[in-house]
C-alpha cells in the first residue's frame, strides 16, 4: 500500500525526513502540518512530497502513525519548492529551512486568545530586590510572563509573584484581530514622467502576473519607494498579497507612516523583536490571506503568504539581507527564487544596486528600470574630496577645517548636518601607554571597543563586556590608557568640543535599537531639535530630512583596507548613500569626503558623479579574476573549541578535498577571524567557474568525512563575509 503512506519532514535539525503511516481517516497531503511520533515523544512536522528525497523507504510494518493533523492551512507547492531549493542551494536542512517557514507557534495552535499582562500602577510596600528590579524594568512593557521575566533579567515566578500580589494585571489579546485593509487609492499621488514610466512597468507586470525581476534603479531621493507604492496598490486591487523587505528594523517605523499615508493604514510586520502574540497575528493572517501588505527583516522572506502577487526588496544592495548564522541565505536571492517558484514579479530597489543585480541587467535576465533624477526640485549634491595629508586635523582630531568650517555655515543657517563614520562606539582599541597592552575579547581575535555612553568596554563580535579598566592588567600602572581612533561617540566629542552651540546626536544600533527609539530619532531631527548627527551606516539609508544639507564623510578609507571581494563596491555604496541624505527639499547638498587617496578610484568616481565608470571598472575586475558574478565562491569554516582539533578537521577537509575542472580550493588557513566565541576557526575557499554545480561536489566531500564531536563544519555558499 503506498497511499496511505507520507514522507514528514521534522522540525528538528539533526532528524531527516521520516516515513509515517497515515491513519485511513486523516487526510494529509504534502503541506499539511502534522505531529508524528518519535520514540517517546510527539513532534511536529510537515507532510512533504515522496520525490523529493531519494534515500529508500522504510518497510511497511515498521512505521508508526501519524498522531494528529493540525488545523492550519497547508505549506502551498511553490514554497515547499522554495524550500528545497533554499536546502539545497545553501547545503542545509529541510528541516532548518523549515523552522523560518513555521516561525511562530500559532502554526500548530488553533488561533483564539491569549493573556498577556501588563502594570497595574499599584506597587505594593515591601518588595524583594527582585521585584523592585523588575517592576523598574517593565514601567510600560507588555508580554507574556515568560517575555517580561526575560525583558526584566528575572525568573518567571517572580513575574507570577507580582501578578499575584497585584502589581500586573492580565490583558486578553485576540490573535484573531484581522489587520486591516490597505485602500490601494487612499492617497494617489502625481508621479513624473519617469517615475511614471517605471511605475506603468511594475503595475503591468503585477496584472499580467508569472515571474519577473525588475532593478529598480533611481538616484537618491527620486522617489523609488512612491514608484512601486503603485505595483503594491494594483496587487492590493487584485486581491493578491505583498512582502516588502527592508534591510532594518530602524527603518520601519518612517515607513509605516509613509504607508499609511498613501494607502490608510499601517501594514502588518514581521521581525525578530516581536512579542510572541504579534507574530501569531502577522503569521496567521499572512496564511490565511487577510494580511494583504507585510513589511518585515529578511527572516519574512519564509512566510507562508497565501496568495502573494509581488516582493519588493528595498535598498536591495545591502549585505545585511546576507544571513550570516544558522542558515547562510541572500535574503535578495531567495526572494527572487520564491518570485520564480510561486509565479510573480520581484522588485529589487536601491540608488546603488549590487554589481550582481546590474550584471543580471545587462544580460537580460532582470529588467532595469531608471529614475536618473531627484523628485521636485531637488538636484543631487555636489561631492567634493578632503585630502587629509593637506587640510589636515589637529592632532587627534578627526574633522579636517573644510568641513568644521562647512558645519559652521549649517548651524549659522539653522541647517543640518550628518557626520558619517562606519564605527560604533568610542574608540575602537584601548591600549596601554606604558607597556603597550591591548585590550582584547577573551573570545574573539578582536580588540574590546570603549563605549563610553554606556561606561564599558564591548566586543562587537559575540557581546562580551567589561566594566572600563581603572588600571592597566598588564603592568598595573593607572592613568595610561589612552583610547586609540575615533568611533562615532569620539568624534561626537569633538564636535561638542568645537562647536558648543550644536545640538548633537549619535545614531547607531547602539542608541536606535528599537523601532520606538528610531521613531524618536526621526521626529527629533524633524523637529529641528538637532543640528548635527553623528551615525553608523544605519543613518545613510531610507531617511528623507529635508533640512540636511551637509554630509561629512569622516574616513572614507576605512572600508576600502579590508580589501576583500567586494571592499571597493561596498564603499562606493555606503558614501554613495550617504551622500544620498543632502540637500533632499529644497536647500541645494554639499558633501564632502575626508580620505588619504583622493585619487582612489571608488573616490574619484564619487568626485566625478560618475557611477557607470565605477560600475564598469570594477565589472571588468570580476570579470577577470572569476569573482562573481562570473564565477562563485563557498566558504567553508571548521570550528572547534580545541585548537588542534580544529587545525586537524581542517587539515582532513583539505586533504579530502576533490578535484573538478573549473574548480580550485584554497587553504585550509586559520580565518582572519582566527577565534570566535571561544572556538578557533580555520577556512577553506572554493572558488569554481559559474558551470560546475559546487553544490553536490561539496556535499559528497563533506558527506564523506567525519569529525570529532566537538568540531563544527559550516558551508557559506556565495559568501560576502571573509572573516
Ligand atoms: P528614494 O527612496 O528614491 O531615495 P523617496 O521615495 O524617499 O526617494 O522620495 C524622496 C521624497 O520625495 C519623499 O519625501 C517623497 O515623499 C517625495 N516624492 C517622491 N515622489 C513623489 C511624488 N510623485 N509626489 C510627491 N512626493 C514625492
Ligand atoms: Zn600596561
Ligand atoms: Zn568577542
Redesign the pocket.
Known sequence: MISDRVRVVLLTQAIGPLDYRLPENMDAKPGCVVTVPLGPRKLPGVVWDADVFTDSPVEAKKLRSVLELVECPPIGPGLRRLVDWVADYYLTSHAAVLRMVLASSAAFTASGTITEYRRTGYEPARLTPQRAAALDALEDAQGLVRELAAEAGVSDAVIRGLIKVGAFEPVIISVDTPFPEPLADFAV????AA?CAAADALTAAVRKGGFDTFVLD??????????YFEAVAEAIRLNKQVLVLLPEIALTQPFLQ?FEKRFGVEPAVWHSNMRSTQRRRAWRAVADGSAKVLVGARSALFLPFRNPGLIIV?EAHETSFKQEDGVRYHARDVAVMRGRFEGFPVVL?S?TPALESRHMVSIGRYKGLE?PA???T?KMPEIKAIDLTLDAPERQHWIAPTLLKALEERIDRGEQSLLFLNRRGFAPLTLCRTCGHRFQCPNCTSWMVEHRLVRRLACHHCGHVMPPPEQCPECGDSDTLVACGPGVERICDEVNRLLPDARTIVATSDTLWSPEKAAEFVARVENKAVDIIIGTQLVTK?Y?F?ELTLVGVIDADLGLEGGDLRAAERTFQQIAQAA?RAG?GDKSGEVFIQTRSPNHPVIAALVAGDRDAFYDAEIEQRRSAGAPPFGRFAAIIISSEDEREAIEAARAVGGAAPTAEGMYVYGPAPAPLAMLRGRYRQRLLVHAQRSVEIQSIIRDWLGGLQFPRGVRIGVDVDPYSFL
Open positions: 499621488p502625481e508621479l513624473n517615475q533611481g538616484v537618491t531621493g527620486s522617489g523609488k519607494t512612491e514608484t509613509r528595498d530597489a540608488a529614475i531627484r523628485f521636485g531637488a531610507g528623507h529635508p544620498g533632499r
